[in-house]
Structures are given as C-alpha cells and as structure tokens.
C-alpha cells in the first residue's frame, strides 16, 4: 500500500522521533537537552560505549557519529524492529492517535500520476538548460554574465532559457512521446476554453526550476528578457506538483545549510534560514556564499512558507528592502507571525539599506555588508513596538491610553498564553519607559507657565532602596517628607525566593501549578532561568526531583545563578525556600509571598499610574494634584506595610518548626 507524503509528514510531525527511538535507548543525561528536544544515547546499531547517537525532535531526524546510520521514524523501526514500512506507519499512526487512510484507488492514481509529471518536469528543464547553452540562448547567457553569476552557479540552480515561440516546448516533449494531457498538467502551455490550439507558457524568459523539498523539479519562474513584457517575473499555474503559497524557493539546499550550520562547533541548534524577495536575490547570495537563504514565489510570505521555515529554524530572518514598500511588507509579516509564535519560535527583521537589495549589497564587496545588515536584525517584539510607537507624539492622556489599548490589542492576537504574557510585560515596560522619558524631556511638566506655587520634583541619584523613582509633581512640603524619601523598591529576594522554592521542592508546582506557574518575575535572567524550570518539571512529571533539576538547570547554563540564588536565600535565614525545608512548610511559606509579590506588584503599577497622572496635571489644579499626592502617599504606606508584613510572618525567615518531618525548635 502507498501512503501519501501528506499522510506520512503528518504523523512524523505529530510524534517526536525520541518517543520512537526512546523504547530502545537510554538518554544520556549530561549530553541531552529535553527542553531543545535534542538527545544523545549509545548507538544502538552498533556497540559503543560514550554516546555519539544523535536524535533531535526538530528535525525529526537521528544520526550515528560512529556508525554513520541515520534516518527519520520509519526507518529506525524497519532497520531496528525488523518491520516492514506499512507495519512501521501503522505503529507510528497508534502512536500519533490517526487512523489508517482506507486504501484509494483514486490517491494511488494520483500518487502514480504525480511521479510521472515529475519525470515531464525533468525533461523540460534539461531542455531548458540546453536551450540557454544553444546559441539561441545568446542573450539570456549575457544577461546572466552581466549579472555576475558565473557558470557554476547556473549550473548549480540549473537555470535555463525558453526561447520566444509558442512551441519549441511542446513539440520537443511530443518528440520525445509525451502526451498532451500529462504537458497540460504540468502547466507547461497555455490551454482551455478560447484556446483553440495550446501553446508554450513559457516564451522568451530565462528560466528558474522551482524544486520541493524532496529536490524534484515541481515549478518554474520566468524572467523576461523583453523590457516591456507584461509581466517581469512569471510563475508556473497551479497544478498537482505546485502550489505556490506552500513553496519556498531554494528550500532543499538552505535546510541542508542550516542543518549544517547547526552541527558545527558541536552545536545541536539549527543555523539561520534567511527569507528574502526573489529567485536573483538567493542565487546572489549563494555565489557570496550565505547558502541558507529561500524566496516566497513574487509574492508576500504566506503562513504556509513561515510554517516550512520554522521546520528549519526556531527564528528565521526576514530581510525586507529599507524603502516604503519593504516596511510595509515586514509589518504586514510581523502581524502575520505573531498569532503563530510559541516559546522557542519567533522570527526576526533585517532591513536593507534603502534603494538597495541583496543582489546589489554582494556583487561589490562580497558577503560582509549584507552580514552587517543581519546582525542588526530586529526581533518582532521590536518590530511592533517601533511600528506603533516611532514618529508619534503622547503628549495627552487620551493619545497615551490610544497607544496602550492598540498594543493590547495587537499583542492578544498571539494564541500561546506563556508567551502572550510576556509580550504584555515587555509592552508595559516600554510604555513607562517611554512615558518616563517623555517626562524628563519636560513635555508633560504641570505647572508650565501657570505656577500654582508648585514645583517640579524629579527623583535622582542611585537607584534603589531609599529612593523615590519617576517623575512627580509635588509640594515643598511633600518634597521634604518621608513619602519622598523613603519608598522602598520591590526586592529582588522576594523573587529569589519564589523561584528557589519551587526547584527545592518540585512537586509543588504539579500541585499548584495554576498559581505558580504563572509568576512574572521582573529580573530577566530569572525570567530566562523560570521558564527552563517549568519545561523541565512539566516533563518530568512526578518523577521530578531537585537533584534532577538541579542537574538539568546546571546543563543549561544557570549553575552560576542558581548558586548566587542560593547563598542568598541561606544568608537571609529564609530556610523554607531550602531544600531541607519540609513540604508543607515551604508550601505555607511560598503562597505567603506570592500573595505579598502579586499585591506588591499590584501596588506598584498604581504608584507607576499616579506619578503619571500626577505629571500630567495642569499647574491651575491644585485640589486635583492634592488628591493624587495623598492617593500616593496612601499606596506608598500600603507598600511599607506589607514589607513591615513579611518581616513577621511567622516562620519566613527562620527555621519553621520541621526539616523533613523531623521537628527542631525556632532558631
């Protein structure tokens, strides 16, 4: 029975290959990355005794260092397990939970019919090839010369020529005993209603073979050689082979690339895949030698060839012209993706300078200025914040609330919720960065020439504790109080202490996960060090211990933060974020502080509103600027209150009473 590549792609995306390989192997736990979903075992094709067997679930691939075996799901159950290739998809669609496709006639008459178009396919682009080396082909060869490509590199995109007639294709593929119906499905002549006699698509164009992944020729793209053709580019019809949303030029060769890329230095990760306008700008490239770049087919990047590039690389580059246009298109690309994103899965922008494309960066000076444009990609958070804050004054509350509600609105569009989550903190922190900075820049000072016997304070010196952060109008009075003077920012150990809990005592996150999981820590090395602890506990499930968090934390490159953690929650006496806490203890003592961080959290961003409220009232209210001044002084108290609150709970901070079930005394 055959089975459709469709079918197949679907259940090798659907089952990790570790899942498979899994049943005959035991994970090496100092080599393998399960948050990257990149493992490393003893080959089990052949007696070794370090691990040089090599399986990533991205890739849906496993490879042998010693051996050299390699293949995908199916090939590693018929080569091991000694199945046959039904009995090895059937094991792998139980395990994906998909049924068998009943056998159909009609799909295996497809399947035969989609070979047979490919070996039509073949054969036009050797005639394409031979045409653009034949002295007909004269002109094209020129233009290709003119344009820098050497005779390697058109041979290596297999390019060609299809001369101005309306049959040379046709008759060559009728010569050679072709029917007329397979040359019509291939969508090589133009034929149909009003068409009394079918003739070449194709005419007059040099010709670029659009391959699928699988290498087979499945398309073309023509450029023409007549300035006023009416099309300058011109892709194959829609047929059986092609659809051009769902394919992305130079895809074979720059996954090869990337693959490659990825495995040098010893590196699991995949390297950059790189997305640029056309057929001209990747075979530039890939003569200046940047070999992982793909093209969408003439026009804009459809969520189809975002998801191939993602099979390739977690954040592949999306390089636009610098003009009007290309800006467009990117921002148009950036709201295309941000539904689509997840933890590990992004993209990012790269900006020609304007008036210039790749070709044109390259054909100079080689691949350096076009490295430097890719160094200073932007990530698509940037992306949207430029885009909706560049160029634009919020010079009134109203203009500040309109910039706010767009980017909430933008940004719930994104279906993953950890992810979706951090985006909002990230936009937050840029609007009160950008509000800030609009207030030290005087624009939104109250009080500008109206006086109101009131004057501008603006806290400065060290940050920290002991200061009063942002920008505030207040009295002389004010000015000179405790209120000022003494706020007291969130400390960082109250964070320490949230994270350190939960990798001491794992389980407690399985059995409240709905509120720990979802902290927001502020420090970002911590927001980087929490979300590999949730990938490792959620995968480990109840065998979850901390000496294997610890261990998997330490593999991922936290070992120093987590013993900065440590020593700092030992030297603070906080002995229930540690591990010789008992659970239930540490238990009372986490949801103690989570409630204190969240309302402190809460506290804070009224603070954060006030002060802009504050800052934006006119000089001409007082009884206004008055209410807001005691508001804050009210949420400031607040804060002290709950960090008088925490110094004497009960237990936080020395020994709770039981390390283990065995009870001590206070100490």
């Known amino acids: 029975m055959r089975f459709s590549d469709t079918f197949l792609d679907e259940i090798r995306d659907r089952v990790p290959i570790s899942s498979v390989v899994a049943r005959r192997v035991t994970w090496d736990r100092k080599k393998t990355n399960v948050s990257r979903g990149d493992y490393w075992a003893c080959c089990p094709f052949h007696g070794e005794k370090s691990p040089s067997f090599h399986c990533e679930d991205r890739k849906g691939r496993y490879h042998c260092f010693g051996c050299g075996v ?360 840029q609007l009160n960065t950008l509000f800030r900075g609009s207030d030290r820049r005087g624009g939104f000072e109250p009080g500008r020439g109206g006086g109101g016997g009131r004057q501008n304070f603006r806290g400065g010196g060290q940050q920290g504790r002991g200061e009063f952060r942002g920008s505030v109008a207040v009295s002389d009075r004010l000015a000179k109080s405790g209120l000022v003077r003494g706020h007291v920012e969130l400390p960082a150990l109250r964070e320490v202490v949230l994270a350190l809990t939960v990798v001491n005592h794992p389980l407690l996150l399985l059995d409240q996960y709905d509120d720990v999981s979802t902290v927001e820590f502020e420090n970002r090395d911590l927001q980087r060090f929490w979300a590999c602890v949730l990938a490792i506990i959620t995968k480990a499930g109840t065998r979850a211990t901390p000496a294997l968090v610890r261990e998997q934390l330490e593999e991922n490159g936290f070992a120093d933060l987590l013993r900065s953690m440590t020593v700092q929650v030992r030297n603070a006496r906080l002995w229930t974020a540690t591990e010789e806490a008992d659970m239930q203890d540490a238990l009372q003592a986490y949801m103690q502080t989570l409630a204190l961080y969240l309302r402190n959290k809460e506290l804070r961003w009224q603070k954060i509103e006030l002060e802009r409220e504050i800052a934006e009232t006119p000089g001409d209210e007082p009884e206004r600027g008055d209410a807001l001044l005691r508001a804050l002084s009210e949420v400031h108290n607040e804060i002290l209150r709950l960090e008088n609150q925490e110094a004497i709970i009960d237990g936080f901070g020395v020994m709770s009473g039981r390390i283990k079930g065995a009870a001590v005394g206070h100490g």
Request: proline share 6%; charged share 25%.
């Open 70 to 429: 390699s293949g995908d799901h199916f090939r590693f159950l018929t080569e091991l397990e000694g199945l046959n290739f039904p009995e090895a998809v059937q094991q792998i669609a139980d395990m994906a939970g998909i049924s068998m496709p009943a056998p159909d006639v009609q799909a295996q008459k497809r399947e035969q019919q989609r070979t047979t178009l490919q070996d039509v396919m073949e054969m036009a682009t050797l005639f394409f090839q031979e045409q653009l080396q034949a002295p007909i082909g004269a002109k094209a060869r020129a233009y290709l010369r003119d344009r820098g490509l050497t005779a390697k590199t058109i041979e290596t995109f297999r390019l060609g020529f299809a001369a101005d007639s309306r049959n040379a294709l046709k008759e060559h593929l009728a010569n050679k005993g072709v029917p007329k119906d397979l040359i019509e499905a291939c969508g090589l002549v133009r034929h149909g209603e009003g068409i009394s006699v079918s003739y070449d698509y194709f005419r007059d164009r040099i010709m670029f073979p659009i391959l699928s992944v699988r290498e087979k020729v499945i398309a073309f793209g023509g450029r023409a050689m007549a300035p006023d053709a009416p099309a300058k580019y011109m892709n194959s019809p829609e047929t059986e082979l092609f659809h051009k949303g769902s394919v992305l030029y130079n895809h074979a060769r720059a996954r090869q690339s990337a693959q490659m890329a990825g495995r040098q230095g010893g590196r699991a990760e995949p390297g950059d895949v790189i997305a640029v306008e056309g057929y001209m700008d990747v075979i530039a490239l890939y003569q200046a030698g940047v070999e992982n770049a793909v093209a969408p087919l003439g026009t804009a990047l459809t969520e189809n060839q975002l998801e191939l590039m993602w099979r390739m690389t977690p954040q592949p580059i999306l390089c636009f012209d610098g003009d009007g246009a290309g800006i467009r298109a990117a921002n148009r690309a950036a709201d295309m993706a941000l539904p689509h994103i997840k933890p590990g899965r992004s993209v990012k922008f790269a900006m020609l300078p304007d008036g210039k494309d790749p070709d044109d960066l390259v054909k100079q000076e080689g691949r350096a200025p076009f490295d430097r444009v890719l160094a200073e990609a932007k990530p698509l958070a940037t992306m949207i914040w430029q885009r909706e804050s560049t160029g634009a004054t919020f010079d009134t509350p109203e203009r500040r609330a309109e910039l706010e509600a767009r980017l909430k609105q933008i940004v719930s569009v994104i279906a993953d919720e950890n992810v979706r989550r951090y985006y909002q903190q990230h936009m937050r922190e």
